[in-house]
T-cell receptor
Framework: DSGVTQTPKHLITATGQRVTLRCSPR?????VYWYQQSLDQGLQFLIH???????AKGNILERFSAQQFPDLHSELNLSSLELGDSALYFC?????????????FGEGSRLTVL | GQNIDQPTEMTATEGAIVQINCTYQTSGFNGLFWYQQHAGEAPTFLSY????GLEEKGRFSSFLSRSKGYSYLLLKELQMKDSASYLCAVRAHTDKLIFGTGTRLQVFP
């Protein structure tokens, strides 16, 4: 158990819909990262937050948005869903920004768009 | 740009040694990580290198050459449970942790 909690674990929805994925980082971790992993694909970096502020963005679609709240939990919002958005979405946290801060991953939220 | 290359698949025999290579070209460098990921599960941290040389951790070792943009993960005394994907990741100056597509290792008895 990494200490990172993601909900929901599984989600099935239809094209055009909107979903929110939630992540609670390890206690004390200020950095939260979101990654997308499609079938047989590597982990694609989406976005990084540190202590409530956006720090880095990857190839995140405009239909996707995220935020980190004062209590450090984070949400990833996916809207106007398409079939190709079906993937495993991982959240990871680390105690600091950069340096030797290894990432601890949650179990992921598996999104299926039908 | 950012580019991280690893072999797609490797096979090995239980008890043997296997070396998984990773080459990278990134805008800046602030450390290289290796993660293990079993199918459908979360990646778990294996090792971290920021200086040139070898880091050893039990049956797992990782090597880094910054001048060559090269790293390898060495797994000794392979066990069946080592069958998994091994992900090489580089932290660039922008603090993004960029992952390669991973190497799927199959260990046979």
């Amino acid at each position: 158990d990494s200490g990172v909690t993601q909900t929901p674990k599984h989600l099935i929805t239809a094209t055009g819909q909107r979903v929110t994925l939630r992540c609670s980082p390890r206690s004390g971790d200020l950095s939260v990262y979101w990654y997308q992993q499609s079938l047989d694909q590597g982990l694609q970096f989406l976005i990084h937050y540190y202590n409530g502020e956006e720090r880095a963005k990857g190839n995140i679609l405009e239909r996707f948005s995220a935020q980190q709240f004062p209590d450090l939990h984070s949400e990833l919002n996916l809207s106007s869903l398409e079939l190709g958005d079906s993937a495993l979405y991982f959240c990871a946290s680390s105690v600091r920004m950069g340096g030797t801060g290894e990432l601890f991953f949650g179990e992921g939220s598996r999104l299926t768009v039908l | 740009g950012q580019n991280i290359d690893q072999p797609t698949e490797m096979t090995a025999t239980e008890g043997a040694i296997v070396q998984i290579n990773c080459t990278y070209q990134t805008s800046g460098f602030n450390g290289l990580f290796w993660y293990q990921q079993h199918a459908g599960e979360a990646p778990t941290f294996l090792s971290y290198n920021v200086l040139d040389g070898l880091e050893e951790k039990g049956r797992f070792s990782s090597f880094l050459s910054r001048s060559k943009g090269y790293s390898y993960l060495l797994l000794k005394e392979l066990q069946m449970k080592d069958s998994a994907s091994y992900l090489c990741a580089v932290r660039a100056h922008t603090d993004k942790l960029i992952f390669g597509t991973g190497t799927r290792l199959q260990v046979f008895p």
